[in-house]
């Protein structure tokens, strides 16, 4: 791509698209770092010139950068023999559904354990020396992270790692001892880290040389820090008692997507929460959601060696150990899985495309369809290379009603947290987010309702305009001078009622007919009918003709609209 305008960090921060992955900073040496911002995300932050200077190097590896190849352009370089090619969950050679059948691996994970086996196995046949995953930091004192980066090196210190961490980390400090130290190394991460490791192997030697393996984790979105003290907070914990968080604890007996968060406290006690109870729990709504993921296409991190998410399908989600979907692409791991299976150690059934995107389905819409809507109506101050155009009109109105609702939660969550904390009253964003909570459930279970009553009120007032101009027209035209005609009054009425008479009888049938999918013809056919019963009502009224025809006119211009507006799609 053109380097004609390359990027600075601050380009970067200040269009909300940092997703703090730390990349850039591991590539200088001019003192920057990784910091959490008011905000609870992680930013890079250093000297001012440094911040504010554009650098091609950054604009070739940011993940999020215009310059840098997006992940389809990735693939085909990666991966550029790959047998199966889909247009959601990229290139790959195979994809399974199942989990790990070393119960100690499968139980001390937040799904089926693949991740972990994955990772034990390389490091088991030497195919790496050390991977570089999330884990606890222990006993971490005030404003410290509860998580970060590091490269384990035994299985021991692998497990301490296992399970799903909703906390933002970031890979500086990880890269930097990966640029210093001689070694075989695999890198555990979500899509965008996934890709900003792959730009690095694609522009520096010494990434290519020792970073041999990449293992994407599916994911929705990235949460801020601030999601954690949110939790805490409602669960009656100081957030300064606090050691780690589990934030999916199994139980027997218990689905696996059903969520709960395990607090273990610095005295050694543990509490559990259930998700659902907490105000802010349905990862759905997009509470703490870091700026950057509402302009993510990845879900399943397309550009890695192989990749690992939840089978959020029945009968798997019901499984109380979790079972993984699992998506191959490097021909090498897809051996070391075939003889897995072949052993008995993994339990894996070869999947289909469909079925992956179907575990996936939620998060593909909101990065594909979502994002389309997101480019159309809040289109980032920097430009993106993206797989994804904007296209307001081709998306339903009740989605419309999701994503816009889903961007503002994520938006304002932030800021009322923030502002919650500041004036010492951290319980006023608990009950902003238990409205704005149920308002958003409402609206999205009711949105067809929602979808349908807006655009009848669209086509009442268009069609209530259009009627009262005409109006003007007519009386304009059959004006006597000094000489009043009291069917002026009339005609204005009739010009005002009849849109909204028709469509508070039209929109009521609409939605009716829409739930039971039937033809619209049916709501054509009353329409007819109605309009017939105009000239019956006028008749009646002993209008004469020449108004009863003005006044079909409104109906029929009433009619025209509704029928407009209830052919745009609503689901």
Request: aromatic residues 12%.
């Amino acid at each position: 791509m053109s380097m004609n305008n390359p990027i600075s960090p601050n380009h970067v921060i200040k269009s909300g698209l940092c997703i703090g992955c730390g990349s850039c900073v591991a590539q200088q040496n001019e003192g920057a770092k990784m910091a959490f911002d008011c905000f609870g995300q992680l930013v890079p932050t250093g000297p001012q010139q440094w911040l504010d200077r554009p650098s091609k190097t950054l604009s070739q590896t940011c993940p999020f950068s215009p310059h840098a190849p997006h992940e389809d352009q990735l693939s085909v370089l990666n991966f550029p023999q790959a047998r199966h090619s889909n247009h959601l969950i990229g290139r790959y050679e195979r994809a399974y559904v199942g989990y790990s059948n070393q119960i100690d691996i499968r139980a001390n994970g937040s799904s089926g354990g693949m991740v972990s086996w994955v990772a034990t196995t390389l490091l088991d046949l030497g195919l790496i020396d050390g991977i570089a995953h999330v884990v606890p930091v222990i006993a971490p004192s005030e404003g410290q992270p509860l998580f970060q980066y590091r490269i384990s090196r035994t299985q021991e210190e692998l497990q301490e790692g296992a399970k799903s961490r909703y906390y933002p980390t970031d890979l500086s400090q990880i890269l930097s001892l990966i640029t210093a130290t001689p070694g075989k190394y695999a890198v555990v991460g979500i899509p965008c880290f996934i890709k900003a490791v792959q730009l690095l192997r694609n522009t520096n030697p010494v990434f290519k040389e020792r970073i041999r393996y990449t293992l994407g984790l599916f994911c929705g979105h990235m949460k801020s820090s601030k999601m954690v003290e949110s939790f805490a907070l409602q669960s009656g914990i100081p957030f300064q008692n606090v050691a780690t968080l589990d934030f999916r604890a199994k139980q027997s007996g218990r689905p696996a997507n059903l969520y709960f968060a395990k607090f273990s406290l610095k005295n050694g006690q543990n509490r559990e929460y259930n998700w659902e109870l907490l105000a802010d729990g349905d990862w759905g709504a997009g509470f703490f959601m870091n700026s950057a993921c509402n302009f993510c296409d990845d879900v399943v991190s397309e550009t890695a060696d192989i990749s690992f998410g939840d089978a959020w399908i029945e009968p798997y989600s019901s499984d109380d150990q979790g079972t993984n979907v699992v998506i191959v692409r490097s021909k090498g791991l897809l051996e070391i899985l075939k003889n897995g299976i072949h052993t008995q150690k993994l339990e894996l059934k070869e999947v289909n495309a469909a079925f992956v995107q179907q575990t996936q389905d939620a998060g593909l819409r909101h990065r594909r369809e979502g994002l389309s809507f997101r480019l159309s109506v809040i289109p980032p101050k920097l430009a993106l290379n993206k797989r994804v155009s904007p296209a307001y009109d081709r998306i339903p109105i009740s989605k419309r009603i999701s994503y816009r609702l889903r961007y503002l939660i994520s938006f304002w969550s932030h800021r009322v947290f923030w502002l919650a904390n500041k004036v010492g009253k951290p319980l006023l964003y608990i009950i902003w987010a238990k409205i704005i909570g149920k308002i958003y459930h409402q609206l999205i279970y009711h949105r067809i309702l929602v979808a349908t009553l807006i655009l009848g009120f669209k086509a009442a007032l268009i069609a209530m305009g259009t009627n009262l101009l005409l109006s003007l027209v007519i009386m304009k035209a059959n004006a006597v001078p000094e000489q009043h005609d009291p069917s002026e009054a009339h005609l204005v009425i009739r010009a005002l009622v009849y849109p909204f008479l028709f469509s508070m009888i039209l929109t009521p049938l609409f939605i009716f007919l829409r739930k039971r999918n039937q033809h619209t013809r049916f709501f054509k056919g009353l329409a007819v009918l109605l309009l017939c019963s105009i000239f019956i009502v006028e008749l009646l009224l002993r209008s004469s003709f020449l108004l009863t025809v003005q006044y079909a006119v409104f109906a029929l211009i009433s009619i025209f609209f509704l029928n407009f507006f209830f052919k745009k799609p609503v689901i």
